[in-house]
């Protein structure tokens, strides 16, 4: 009987110090501080790529009878807004453009719409450029002067040959690009950021001084322009603005 009772004691005792012990280790973890890395996007948003083309394109349009709006959305949708392989440094080509551009060229793979909807993978040589502003100016030339066995190719894009952008961009869809949904694809990039704007010229243009409790929404409302014009024109990358920054507004 002697020996069951101390079995029992024995047995209580190594109960108890087991759930002190698991006691002690579930509290350290919960204790334990936990350091969750901050992930920086540093990518450029969607207004401050095209903030960084919009004037170049707004002078080559005028220059050339081009609609800088179309030219935009183009760059948006073929570069994935300077995010492709194939925008980024050192190939810089917004527009897909194929072969060679001063014998410089980048071989990659891409896909293409057979007409029907239907994609497929092919690899192709693109041309590289020294800069987004000789591949906008490359851009231009080739709506321009057209092919080789037809210079009026692209006439179909011109403003003195359309009522208005959507014309241009319903032109380019099968001729420029395979993709079936083109047009549609750029009239939605148009509207959403309002780059009809930048088929005109610039009639006004002034800097404010934010203040203290200024937001972007206020800014806009208070000038009568939008958001997301405000973040086209001064190259932001987020809706975060300070007291004391300094932004450009513009009327058109």
Known sequence: MK???????G?????????????????LFNTRETTIP???DDRPSVEEFIGSI???????????????????????LESEHGQSGLSAAPNNNLFGMKGRYQNNSVTLETSEDDGSGNMTTVMAEFRKYPSYEESMKDYVRLLRNG??????????????NTKSYTDATKFLTGSYATDS??????????????????DSPVKNKKTITVADGDSLTHI???HKVKV???????????????????????QY
């Open 11 to 27: 047995l209580i005792i190594a109960t108890i110090v087991i759930c002190i012990s698991f006691f002690m280790v579930t509290q």
């Open 147 to 160: 092919v080789s066995w037809n210079k009026d190719f692209y006439a179909g894009v011109f403003k003195s």
């Open 54 to 76: 919009a004037e170049t394109a707004r002078k080559l349009g005028a220059e050339n009878d081009l609609y800088a709006s179309v030219m935009i959305a183009q760059a948006i």
């Open 228 to 250: 997301t014009s405000l973040k086209q024109w001064n190259q932001l990358r987020s809706d975060k603005i300070e007291a004391g920054q300094e932004l450009n507004i513009y």
């Open 3 to 9: 020996y069951i009772i101390n079995f029992f004691k």
């Open 220 to 222: 806009a409302e208070a």
């Open 181 to 198: 949904k083109y047009n549609e694809k750029l009239n939605t990039v148009i509207a959403k950021y309002d780059l009809g704007q930048y």
């Open 38 to 40: 901050e992930v920086v």
